[in-house]
């Protein structure tokens, strides 16, 4: 099994500021399959990025993915304030889906 | 627009079963994987189970493997799962969501969520 791990657990910065998030993968995994989502309180998860590196629909450009093999990363060029929230990657795998256990971004 | 409401939570005893539905509209539904993901209060996603567009084939998280049983209905455009043998640790927020087209691989549609809570 596939093991994602997230990095920072939390991570405090300011609006205007970069951010960037990084994922983990125990074992080289297609780029195809990794994706990034977005979570608010009482809300259900927003896809970010897949593939990587491709941005969903209606995701501003400030977001960005890359990497490749066992190292991911979500790039936010620069925050705004409904950026704070938490965010999860994900390996989209043919037969088991996992998750990392989050970075929750939290204004300085 | 593409929705998926999923219903069917609520409070059920240790050992019991519920069986919870995902609606969904606005698109080709039978061309579709779709998959349960829960959230435990306080913590993160977890996968549960991924139906593909056909419904022939299942995967499930060691988790719920042989307790929990996904399929899908096309005469009504909704997936199920029907959860059997509950435990306290499957109490948890569950979301529908369905996959991306082509290669690259995602979720990007969510439901709204339903509760399940495992509690005597």
């Known amino acids: 099994e596939i093991v994602l791990t997230q990095s920072p657990g939390t991570l405090s910065l300011s609006p205007g500021e970069r951010a960037t998030l990084s994922c983990r993968a125990s074992?080289?995994?297609?780029?195809?399959?990794l994706a990034w989502y977005q979570q608010k309180p009482g809300q259900a998860p927003r896809l970010l990025i897949y593939?990587?590196?491709n941005r969903a629909t209606g995701i501003p450009d400030r977001f960005s993915g890359s990497g490749s093999g066992t190292d991911f990363t979500l790039t936010i060029s620069r925050l705004e304030p409904e950026d704070f929230a938490v965010y999860y990657c994900?390996?989209?795998?043919?037969?088991?889906?996992?998750f990392g256990q989050g970075t929750r971004l939290e204004i300085k | 627009e593409v929705q998926l409401l999923e219903s069917g939570g609520g409070l059920v005893q240790p050992g019991g079963s519920l069986r919870l539905s995902c609606a969904a509209s606005?698109?080709?539904?039978?061309?579709?994987?779709m998959s349960w993901v829960r959230q435990a209060p306080g913590k993160g996603l977890e996968w549960v189970s991924s139906?593909?567009?056909?419904?022939?084939?299942?995967f499930y998280a060691d988790s719920v493997e042989g307790r929990f049983t996904i399929s899908r209905d096309h005469s009504k455009n909704t997936v199920l799962l029907q959860l059997n043998s509950l435990r306290a640790d499957d109490t948890a927020v569950y979301y529908c969501?369905?996959?991306?087209?082509?290669?690259?691989?995602?979720?990007?549609?969510w439901g709204q969520g339903t509760l399940v809570t495992v509690s005597s």
């Open positions: 074992q080289s995994v297609s780029s195809s399959f």
């Open positions: 994900q390996n989209y795998g043919m037969s088991r889906i996992t």
């Open positions: 969501a369905k996959r991306t087209q082509g290669a690259a691989a995602g979720s990007d549609c």
């Open positions: 593939g990587a590196s």
């Open positions: 606005g698109f080709t539904f039978s061309s579709y994987s």
């Open positions: 139906i593909d567009g056909s419904g022939s084939v299942t």
